[in-house]
């Protein structure tokens, strides 16, 4: 009996998670980085090579001219994110293959990115810290005047599951009042006293601003020169989403001009920024790597690693010693894979 065979298309996969992969399917990774230029070639070289399932940890997009050159043979498409822009979901619907993505794995992880953030741009941590390395110590009460967090307003653009851990935190900040937009109202939104307003209105009202919502052709720049002209001058604006949300250009604008406070991106476009990148010569904009993903967990006589459970290639990790981060969810159950593993692990996850 042949093994199925899973093609994953970024080298950054991690070396846990493949070792756990090759125990049941025969797997292939390419070796390459999205920005390095041979990435997307040999991605298309590749795809042709009749493979059952397919993990894409990439930021290029999955067309539908790629999966013709996929095949009738592709069963299964998993992503290491919990956002799907950089999939053509409907070329996938259409040749019925099940696509899985990490809803709610990484929500805890983000959330805590995003109040360091938040708390980094408010108290100006970068020149703060500029200061010290260059030996520039300052003296006095006046010295870089930060932003209080507590008695303010947090704006929260997406209360999906990130956007609903941010506000959880942050209740322990003492903060007056929560708004949040979305395409609706969360039912969630009662038990953490946050009010639903537009878009528009959040922008005025809030002293801080933390998208959290997908990206998709409406929200594309929904941070621009207008919008940024609402907010308040001394908002904090933070960014864990996707880059694409921001017209950076205009933030750089506003950044300079202090039509804004400062600003706080885990996120930017392209990835990674260039050394000479306007943003990051910026004293008010904080600048983190996407490091939401990377978590050091200890258990007790278990592996740490990142998996895909692809159900439609008999890929089953229900042994005990498997303890995981978990990145992908079980594409044909739909089930998100942390309640998957809870059930099927022991001690649960």
């Known amino acids: 009996m042949f093994m199925k065979r899973v093609l994953i298309v970024n080298k950054t996969f991690p070396t846990a998670g493949v070792n756990i992969l090759k125990k049941k399917v025969e797997t292939t990774v390419l070796p390459y980085n999205d920005y390095d230029p041979e990435c997307l070639p040999h991605i298309k070289k590749n795809l042709g090579n009749g493979y059952d399932g397919l993990i894409w940890n990439t930021k290029h997009k999955l067309t539908g001219e790629l999966l013709d050159l996929a095949g009738p043979k592709l069963c299964a498409i998993s992503t290491m994110s919990s956002g799907t822009d950089q999939v053509e979901v409907d070329e996938v619907k259409k040749r019925n293959i099940p696509l899985g993505n990490t809803l709610r794995v990484l929500d805890d992880a983000v959330a805590d990115i995003a109040l360091g953030l938040l708390v980094a741009a408010a108290r100006r941590f970068k020149e703060g810290i500029a200061d010290i390395e260059n030996n520039e110590w300052k003296i006095g009460v006046n ?207």
């Open 143 to 349: 010295w870089t005047l930060g932003q209080d967090i507590a008695g303010t307003t947090v704006g929260v653009v997406g209360l999906g599951g990130i956007g609903q851990s941010i506000v959880r935190r942050l209740h322990g900040f003492g903060v007056a009042r929560f708004l949040y937009s979305g395409r609706t109202q969360k039912p969630e939104a009662k038990e953490l006293k946050a009010e639903y307003v537009d878009f528009h209105q959040l922008l005025r009202e809030s002293d801080h601003v933390i998208l959290v919502c997908p990206l998709t052709a409406e929200t594309k720049h929904m941070i621009n020169e207008n919008t940024l002209r609402m907010m308040k001058k001394n908002a904090v604006l933070i960014n864990v989403a996707r880059g694409d949300l921001i017209d950076q250009n205009a933030l750089i604008k506003a950044l300079k001009e202090d039509w804004i406070f400062s600003a706080g991106l885990d996120v930017t476009t392209p990835e990674p920024l260039s050394r000479d990148h306007p943003l990051l010569a910026l004293p008010n904009c904080c600048k983190f790597q996407k490091v939401c993903y990377r978590m050091r967990v200890n258990r007790p006589g278990g592996s740490t690693g990142f998996i895909g459970v692809m159900t439609p290639l008999g890929l089953d990790f229900s042994a005990p010693s498997h303890y995981c981060i978990i990145e992908l969810e079980a594409v044909v159950t739909r089930i998100p894979l942390r309640d998957l593993l809870t059930r099927k692990l022991d001690p649960p996850l």
